[in-house]
């Protein structure tokens, strides 16, 4: 798959040879998603209100930092949140796990272990969300589930859609796998409650920006230093998220002189990987982080991001959930 993805931002013969496949596809998760609908297919309810945030594209769009943002606001608004996963690429057997901030991200993913950390609040993951939700209400008292990653998991009954989007990249081609990157069907977002966009936001869709001024060393979190610091200064930029290109931008446009190594969504980093031959600065995302505490050197660095959202955003979803809230917030 990650062959194809260079084929999935353009009309190309690769793309064009592959489109009856994705017009296939999309059929598929049309009729999947009605047979929930029609309750050809059960469903389960939490009994807590559910907030969804996904994306119909493959790939990194910002859903992680703005489930921390959410879990802030949340918070604020006297919730008591909490997240299930998937907790994609881990290799645990038993689910659901209940991730902490020292869990091993090679068991249970690098997103669960980075959600723990930031948001210091009930994380359980597991690749059937109804489990994760089940686990999480059984073991914790929370009145509000965050589904990371879960749009396309019809079995769980949610409250609120919440669809990220990558405002450069958008939807690339149009297609659905193979042919683009599409998960569903592009109309698909017609019918989400909210569309947040990444770094460029069109008519309908609110504002999503992502903001970090610092920096930490991975050796000893307790140091931290100003990004500015490094600004003129040759470093290596490492990235194993969705689109590597957003991290390298960023840091160029702050000024500092890049020595770019792109790798792929979630990659498991070995000490080769940043084996560079010499002692410049290194500096990686957060989730990559999560991933190479035990490769840590003196000269490792990551940078924290921020999401900053349309204030509107943050009044609407909780007006909505207030709404959807008072049933399950008066069940015993």
């Known amino acids: 798959m ?63 930092p703005l489930v921390i943002r959410l879990v802030e606001v949340l918070r604020g608004a006297g919730y008591r949140p909490g997240i299930i996963s998937r907790g994609y ?7 659901p796990r209940q991730v902490g901030p020292d869990s091993d991200p090679q068991e249970v993913g690098d997103e669960p272990v980075l959600l723990a950390r930031r948001c210091k609040c009930p994380v359980l993951v597991a690749p059937d969300r109804v489990a994760a939700a089940l686990a999480l209400l059984k073991g914790h008292n929370c009145d509000v589930i965050l589904a990371d990653d879960g749009l ?12 990220v989007i990558d ?28 569309i947040v966009s990444n770094g460029k936001a069109e008519s309908g ?11 930490i060393n991975l050796a000893d979190p307790s140091v931290t230093c100003a990004l500015p610091g490094f600004r003129g200064e040759l470093v290596h930029a490492v990235a194993g998220i969705g689109d590597p290109s957003r991290f390298f931008n960023y840091l160029g446009r702050r000024g500092l002189r890049l020595l770019e190594h792109p790798f792929p969504d979630h990659h498991p980093f070995t000490s080769t990987d940043l084996a560079f031959g010499d002692e410049l600065p290194v500096l990686m995302t957060e989730k990559d982080a999560v991933k190479c505490q035990k ?21 609407r979803l909780l007006a909505q959930l207030s709404y959807r809230a008072v049933p399950a917030r008066a069940t015993p």
Not at 297 to 313: I, N
Request: include cysteine; glycine fraction near 12%; hydrophobic fraction near 40%.
């Open 2 to 64: 990650q062959r194809l993805e260079r084929y999935w931002y353009s009309l190309n013969p690769v793309s064009i040879l592959l489109w009856p496949l994705g017009l296939l596809f999309g059929g598929a998760v049309m009729v999947r998603r009605l047979a929930y609908r029609w309750g050809l297919l059960k469903c389960f309810s939490a009994g807590v209100p559910v907030i969804v945030v996904g994306n119909i594209t493959v790939g990194g769009s910002g859903k992680t």
């Open 167 to 194: 405002g450069n990249r958008r939807l690339g081609n149009g297609g659905c796998l193979p042919a683009g990157p599409l998960r569903e069907p592009a109309q698909r977002l017609n019918s989400v409650d909210f």
């Open 205 to 215: 869709e609110f504002l999503m920006t992502l903001a970090g001024e610092r920096t």
């Open 89 to 95: 690429g881990g290799s645990a057997q038993d689910w």
């Open 152 to 163: 396309q998991h019809y079995r769980l009954v949610r409250d609120i859609e919440i669809a």
């Open 295 to 315: 490769l840590a050197r003196d000269w490792f660095w990551y940078v924290p991001v921020e999401a900053r959202l349309d204030p509107e955003l943050e009044r």
